[in-house]
């Protein structure tokens, strides 16, 4: 098991090494039993088998020490565990949600107009899934964007989920947690040593539930509010983008890699889909000539589905990029209407304006 | 078809030409079955419906197994091979599925439904006709459940823990024959274990007290109550899914005022007696097969009928243990990580038992023994590794990776399956008068051994290494034992193809005697091999 570099996660360890051991002497002093009669007490060297059937000593003796040998092991997990089950504040609090597949981190601690706000997906490329590629080092482990916290913190995480189940894990800290829709749960670490540390979404979640990882990178305090600002900024700079007026060719490209990072995994880089299940967006009818079937679908999601509702998730000019793209890629621009949307347009529709 | 209906009829008719001895039904106790076909669809008679519960288990064991067989040659190496990962998905599910309701509980109720009787000195089930209906109605249920899979938009791909809103908003359009199918096995299994209550309560021998019933005879008496207490349990989540799915529910869904949580809770309340279902028949058969081959009686006869009463009790106490990292209160892991703990005790016992019975007999090694021996040994390793898992802080690092698919693997495949070889070995000479082949039986039986070893320990280091369960494709670190186990895998699937042979050859076998072997105790050994139709025409008399 890994030992992790957290308190907890040493705790936890020391306690399944124990318990190991303890499981091992117990299965080996049966194993030994068994072996010395099958050796022994075979018809060959022993012809005449004993009558008894009961030891009543015997059963109180072996009914009782498992009981002690219990105990023993019941009380330092009972420590353990009240002292994982500590959910107050920390310095740093983090919202983590699930989403069909990839993980999101919102930091909770700002006060001003922004939030550092961004999604974590997988960053291996298909052509190694697919072993077209020879595979990396971190193979599955890798993530475009990792989860940055602070050293010799306390960092709290509250972690839900937006569509099914999912478990948000790192080994290193010991932190294992559901990620359940309508519900929060919580989750604490204190990370002693700076650096990458890898984990694996752990509840069946779907088709790519193998494919959804954690990294969290671990630094020094200052290096993190460095980080922390640069991405303040970066949000900023955002937030008054949406309000400028975009090019196509800047929509293209933006909707290119949000597609690359929220769409690809269901309706394909190709766009076609695995039909019936993710539908085809080339040559649809809705992505070729309903500009607002179109953004009312990315929007608000599609009840009973597995398409999401991005409203919530992605920035104006995301969603007007990734529309965009959709409507221009893959020889749709020739087939359809060719209209496209702006990141303006989008926040009016937000605003209450109409995507109905 | 109608041919065979026309002699049917004909039969009841009472015309002598064809059936006679069905038509005679009321003037001759000592009437052998129907011919043909009809023989297997009407039957009413115990041995037959045995018969016919082992072969579906039979099939399904093969049709699972070749699930596992794509889920392991998919695992072979890293990156995507053979299968997308919504097949893959569809695979998992569909093994844990078949494997635990087409295998482990079909193949007990099999055993039951030829031993029983025999066992207790009656001439039959007490409910005859339920017991055909708790048979037919099964292999329509599989064919529902395993056609899912060629239905537009794929099939059940959710786990066989069908966890919600996977299994009802996001689940494929096939969920709705999912839950049908379910419903089916659920009704087969509440009537099942009906007859067989009804059977042990009513129909012992005279002198036959509760306190003198052979242990297999015990553990299906409790496996019975639980399955009553358990399986509706099952069919109201499944039902509470089918509202959620089409009728506006919101049962798991937090949006609507429900809770996902919810269907966990319901679903291991069934969820954790069932594992107990499919392992306390086998307790049952290592019971009967140790003491025979060990030549001595049964070390601590009434601790082992209280070890597994109590098993059963605490089985509906511990459900949340499947559910550490959900995020329970503190006061719930506790209770559910302590009351866990406890299975530990009345679970030693019953080990230390079959040890102690072993410790000073004379022991031979025959088919039987040795599945039984085998599991013994493997089973307490399935035992400790569950005891380590029932640790709830350390459960945080062990819930949903490999270290719990070896767990429940150990348990069930050196547990069950083995158990249920050793039964099958142990009693096929009785139910058909011949003798299996003894090499061959030796040969599945070491080949199983070493693979299923092969198969299953590798996964305990994978686990510990953080590879999660029920993903396609895993990263580098995994890859070495995760080929190991693979390996194993194959082996172990090939090694089950031995059991067909020896099933195959058994006719050519030399003739059963009555006792098939040395001294074993109970009231079928009494009986010819093969034995009669209608097993004890007369109860026999048990000694005071």
């Known amino acids: 098991m890994t030992e992790g570099q957290s308190r907890v996660s040493r705790e936890i360890y020391d306690l399944h090494m124990l318990i190991f051991w303890i499981c091992c002497i117990i299965g080996v002093m049966v194993y030994l039993v068994i072996l010395w009669s099958i050796l022994t007490h075979r018809r060959s060297v022993h012809p005449e088998p004993a009558k008894f059937h009961d030891n009543v000593t015997l059963e109180i003796v072996w009914t009782v020490i498992p009981s002690i040998i219990l105990l023993a092991m019941a009380w330092p997990s009972v420590r353990v565990l009240s002292e994982m089950y500590d959910h107050s504040e920390g310095e740093v609090n983090i919202k983590v949600t699930g989403h069909q597949w990839k993980w999101r981190y919102e930091y909770l601690d700002e006060t001003g107009p922004d939030r550092v706000n961004f999604f974590s997906s997988l960053a291996t490329p298909r052509d190694e899934i697919n072993n077209i590629d020879e595979k990396s080092e971190n193979y599955l482990l890798e993530v475009d964007e990792p989860l940055t916290i602070p050293v010799n913190t306390r960092v709290r995480f509250l972690i839900t989920a937006n569509d099914v189940l999912h478990s948000w894990w790192v080994p290193d800290f010991a932190v294992k947690q559901d990620a359940i829709p309508g519900m929060v749960n919580t989750a604490w670490t204190v990370a002693e040593k700076t650096g990458i540390f890898r984990g694996q979404c752990a509840e069946l979640c779907g088709k790519d539930h193998g494919f959804m990882p954690i990294v969290v990178n671990v630094v020094e305090k200052p290096e993190f509010e460095a980080w922390k600002a640069t991405k303040l900024a970066a949000a900023a700079e955002m937030r008054e983008a949406q309000n400028r007026d975009w090019s196509k060719e800047e929509l293209y490209e933006l909707g290119e890699k949000v597609y690359g990072q929220h769409c690809v995994a269901c309706h394909q880089v190709n766009g076609q889909g695995i039909p019936p299940a993710f539908p085809s967006l080339v040559g649809d009818g809705i992505v070729l000539d309903d500009l607002e079937k179109h953004v009312d679908i990315v929007l608000n999601g599609v009840s009973g589905t597995g398409m999401a509702a991005f409203g919530g998730q992605l920035s104006a000019a995301e969603l007007a990029a990734v529309i965009t793209y959709e409507r221009l890629a893959w020889g749709n621009e020739e087939k359809g209407d060719g209209r496209i949307v702006t990141p303006k347009e989008i926040i009016q529709m937000q605003s209450g304006g109409g995507a109905q | ?544």
């Open chain 2, 1 to 544: 078809m109608t041919q065979q209906t026309a002699a049917a009829s004909t039969a009841t008719a009472g015309a002598p030409a064809q059936g006679g001895a069905a038509a005679h039904h009321d003037d001759h106790h000592d009437h052998g079955p129907a011919k043909g076909l009809t023989r297997w669809l009407y039957t009413t008679n115990h041995k037959d419906i045995g018969t016919l519960y082992l072969l579906l288990t039979l099939v399904l064991f093969f049709i699972g197994g070749l699930f596992a067989m794509v889920i392991r040659a998919e695992l072979f190496t890293p990156g995507l091979q053979f299968v997308e990962p919504n097949f893959f998905n569809q695979m998992t599910t569909l093994h844990g599925l078949v494997m635990v309701f087409g295998v482990a509980m079909p193949g007990f109720v099999g055993m039951a439904n030829w031993q029983i009787p025999m066992m207790i000195g009656a001439p039959d089930m007490a409910l005859p006709r339920l017991n055909n209906l708790s048979f037919w109605i099964l292999p329509f249920a599989f064919l529902l459940l395993l056609s899912t899979t060629f239905m537009e938009g794929g099939g059940v791909n959710f786990g066989w823990t069908f966890y919600a809103p996977l299994s009802t908003t996001y689940a494929p359009d096939s969920v709705t024959f999912f839950i049908f199918a379910i419903h089916i096995m659920g009704a087969s299994s509440i009537m099942g274990s009906i007859n067989i209550i009804v059977t042990i309560l009513n129909m012992r021998a005279p002198g036959m007290t509760l306190m003198k019933m052979p242990l297999f005879v015990w553990s299906w008496l409790i496996t019975a109550y639980l399955l009553l207490l358990a399986m509706p349990v099952l069919a109201a989540v499944v039902t509470m899914m089918l509202m959620d799915i089409h009728f506006g529910t919101s049962f798991f869904n937090a949006a609507g005022g429900g809770d996902p949580v919810l269907f966990q809770h319901v679903f291991w309340f069934f969820g954790h007696p069932e594992v107990y279902i499919l392992i306390l028949p086998a307790f049952g058969i290592i019971s009967e097969v140790l003491p025979t081959f060990s030549r001595k009686p049964l070390f601590g006869y009434a601790s082992m009928v209280y070890a597994m009463a109590s098993i059963a009790i605490l089985s509906v106490l511990v459900w949340a243990h499947h559910m550490f990292t959900v995020g329970m209160p503190l006061a719930g892991e506790l209770f559910f990580m302590l009351a866990t703990m406890v299975i530990a005790v009345p679970t030693g016992v019953k080990i230390f038992n079959w040890v102690a019975t072993m410790f000073k007999g004379s022991l031979t090694f025959e088919t039987p023994m040795l599945f039984s021996i085998a599991f013994v040994v493997l089973f307490t390793c399935g035992g400790l590794s569950g005891l380590m898992l029932a640790i709830a802080p350390a459960d945080f690092q062990y819930h949903d990776t490999y270290f719990v698919v070896a767990h429940f693997h150990y348990v069930l495949v050196p547990g069950v399956i083995f158990g249920m070889y050793a039964g099958a070995y142990y009693w096929l000479p009785k139910w058909f008068g011949f003798m299996y082949d003894e090499t061959l039986g030796k040969l599945h039986f070491w080949l199983s051994f070493v693979s299923v070893n092969v198969l299953f320990f590798p996964q305990h280091f994978v686990g510990l290494a953080g590879m999660p369960r029920r993903i396609p494709d895993y990263a580098l670190q995994f890859a070495d034992y995760n080929m190991i186990s693979s390996l194993g895998a194959f082996a172990f699937g090939l090694s089950q193809v031995i059991f067909l042979v020896v099933l195959m050859k058994l006719k050519s076998g030399a003739k059963a005697t009555d006792k098939v072997w040395d001294e074993p105790q109970g009231l079928e050994w009494t009986l010819p091999s093969p034995p009669p139709y209608h097993s004890f025409t007369t109860p026999p008399k048990v000694e005071q």
